[in-house]
């Protein structure tokens, strides 16, 4: 028996946080990061469209990229003080994600961060409140997912915590919202949304449901995310409707070790964090090809349905090569080398690495069997920029 998990109801299009005002309950807790939602006005009509449906509203604002179990815990303990029956988590993924958690230890204070980390063993939610997220880029998903990604900065590892527990209960995909985006995060979030989309068509557990917005939303993305990244504002709409596609995928079908090896590495090394979405789409090709090796097939469906000729293997070089160029067209790095890893720092820490990534929640249903030494061979080659020939 297979499950498909979404929202109860995903609300879109023009002037979609006008259904803030038509919520019921007495108190939302408002969870939201840095300073653009309240820079570009997008606040101030969240929590007054809130007010208007008669709920008390209190922020807990600042929640910084990649939320730390810190920040998780200390938000739980604001939601026990003001007991809210709503939470309304409003950005992009690290404030949708970090609010995730704190519903967890909100609902359930005595919970320890390390049995989350196991999927699919959470405890029971909504004893005490509903979970609403708005989203503001187009990447993440987050704001249809059982998944939220929480970094340990002690270890330096992001977990992806996954249980369909967390999913929320209302989606509000405003496009209004992603118009305020730089390129670079367009290109970033617009690349973590292709990679959700592929790691869900290609994974060991595809469903007639997925493999549908899977290869929809692949196509979609191809097709408006560089006029996005310029500027367009029809294709922007488009991106951030498609990112939310591939978040239903991802959601029920999982991923892949682009994503393993994207959490274990974006705060692994002394030179900067490395975006979440940067990551993936540095390692999307090579791991592609990667997979290939095991079973070209599903990657041959999905250039079959771009319009691409040839055997699967064939189809895997050029699907490669498309990525690599809209990399290149949206200024994103070919490798960890180039995107500014010191070359000393990617040697010590490698093996750790990928055992780390051998043990993320996403390796599980990567289309080819993984050990820590293959990854961290396959590391190596993306670091240098190797072609992958294993």
Same mark, same amino acid.
């Given at each position: &028996?297979?499950?498909?998990?979404v929202?109860?109801? @995903?609300?879109?299009? !023009?002037?979609?946080?006008?259904?803030?005002?038509?919520?019921?309950?007495?108190?939302?807790?408002?969870?939201v990061?840095?300073?653009?939602?309240?820079?570009?006005?997008?606040?101030?009509?969240?929590?007054?469209?809130?007010?208007?449906? /008669?709920l008390?509203?209190?922020?807990?604002?600042?929640?910084?990229?990649?939320?730390?179990?810190?920040?998780?815990?200390?938000?739980a303990?604001?939601?026990? !003080?003001?007991?809210?029956?709503?939470?309304?988590?409003?950005?992009?993924?690290?404030?949708?994600?970090?609010?995730?958690?704190?519903?967890?230890?909100?609902?359930?204070?005595?919970?320890?961060? !390390?049995?989350?980390?196991?999927?699919?063993?959470?405890?029971?939610?909504?004893?005490?409140?509903? %979970?609403?997220?708005?989203?503001?880029?187009?990447?993440?998903?987050?704001? @249809? $997912?059982?998944?939220? @990604?929480?970094?340990d900065?002690?270890?330096?590892?992001?977990?992806?915590?996954a249980?369909?527990?967390?999913?929320?209960?209302?989606?509000?995909?405003?496009?209004?919202?992603?118009?305020?985006?730089?390129?670079?995060?367009?290109?970033?979030?617009?690349?973590?949304?292709?990679?959700?989309?592929?790691?869900?068509?290609?994974?060991?557990?595809?469903?007639?449901?997925?493999?549908?917005?899977?290869?929809?939303?692949?196509?979609?993305?191809?097709?408006?995310?560089?006029?996005?990244?310029?500027?367009?504002?029809?294709?922007?709409?488009?991106?951030?409707y498609?990112?939310? &596609?591939?978040? &239903?995928?991802?959601?029920?079908a999982?991923?892949?070790?682009?994503?393993?090896?994207?959490?274990?590495?974006?705060?692994? %090394?002394?030179?900067?964090?490395?975006?979440?979405?940067?990551?993936?789409?540095i390692y999307?090709?090579?791991?592609?090809?990667?997979?290939?090796?095991?079973?070209?097939?599903?990657?041959?469906?999905?250039?079959?349905?771009?319009?691409?000729?040839? $055997?699967?293997?064939?189809?895997?070089?050029?699907?490669?090569?498309?990525?690599?160029?809209?990399?290149?067209?949206?200024?994103?790095?070919?490798?960890?080398?180039?995107?500014?890893?010191?070359? !000393?720092?990617?040697?010590?820490? @490698?093996?750790?690495?990928?055992?780390?990534?051998?043990?993320?929640?996403?390796?599980?249903?990567?289309?080819?069997?993984?050990?820590?030494?293959? +990854?961290e061979? +396959?590391?190596?080659?993306?670091?240098? /920029?190797?072609?992958?020939?294993?």
């Amino acid at each position: &028996m297979q499950r498909f998990t979404v929202p109860r109801d @995903v609300y879109f299009g !023009e002037n979609a946080l006008d259904y803030l005002k038509e919520l019921d309950g007495k108190k939302a807790m408002v969870v939201v990061g840095g300073g653009s939602m309240k820079r570009f006005g997008f606040l101030d009509t969240i929590v007054n469209n809130i007010k208007e449906a /008669g709920l008390e509203v209190e922020l807990i604002e600042g929640v910084e990229p990649d939320p730390s179990v810190t920040t998780v815990k200390n938000g739980a303990k604001k939601m026990e !003080e003001f007991e809210p029956d709503w939470i309304v988590a409003v950005g992009g993924g690290s404030p949708i994600d970090a609010a995730k958690g704190m519903w967890i230890f909100y609902e359930h204070p005595d919970a320890k961060f !390390e049995d989350l980390t196991t999927p699919f063993s959470f405890p029971k939610l909504r004893n005490k409140a509903k %979970f609403l997220a708005i989203t503001s880029t187009s990447g993440t998903g987050t704001e @249809v $997912t059982a998944f939220s @990604v929480i970094t340990d900065y002690d270890t330096g590892i992001k977990w992806p915590l996954a249980d369909f527990e967390i999913t929320p209960d209302v989606a509000i995909v405003d496009p209004a919202l992603a118009q305020t985006m730089p390129p670079k995060l367009v290109a970033y979030t617009g690349m973590d949304a292709l990679t959700h989309a592929i790691e869900a068509y290609v994974g060991l557990i595809p469903q007639p449901f997925t493999d549908a917005l899977a290869l929809d939303t692949i196509q979609r993305i191809f097709k408006d995310i560089y006029p996005s990244f310029n500027g367009d504002e029809k294709a922007r709409e488009e991106m951030h409707y498609s990112q939310c &596609m591939a978040g &239903m995928a991802f959601s029920n079908a999982l991923l892949g070790i682009v994503h393993s090896l994207a959490h274990k590495t974006g705060a692994a %090394f002394s030179t900067g964090h490395i975006p979440h979405g940067c990551a993936n789409a540095i390692y999307l090709p090579y791991v592609i090809k990667f997979n290939s090796y095991a079973d070209a097939s599903r990657y041959g469906n999905i250039g079959r349905f771009l319009g691409m000729e040839g $055997t699967d293997d064939e189809i895997v070089n050029q699907l490669c090569d498309l990525i690599r160029s809209y990399n290149k067209k949206m200024n994103i790095p070919a490798t960890l080398k180039e995107f500014g890893v010191l070359e !000393e720092e990617f040697n010590e820490k @490698v093996a750790d690495i990928a055992a780390h990534a051998q043990e993320d929640a996403c390796t599980g249903t990567n289309p080819r069997k993984t050990n820590p030494q293959l +990854l961290e061979k +396959l590391l190596t080659y993306i670091y240098h /920029g190797k072609e992958i020939d294993f």
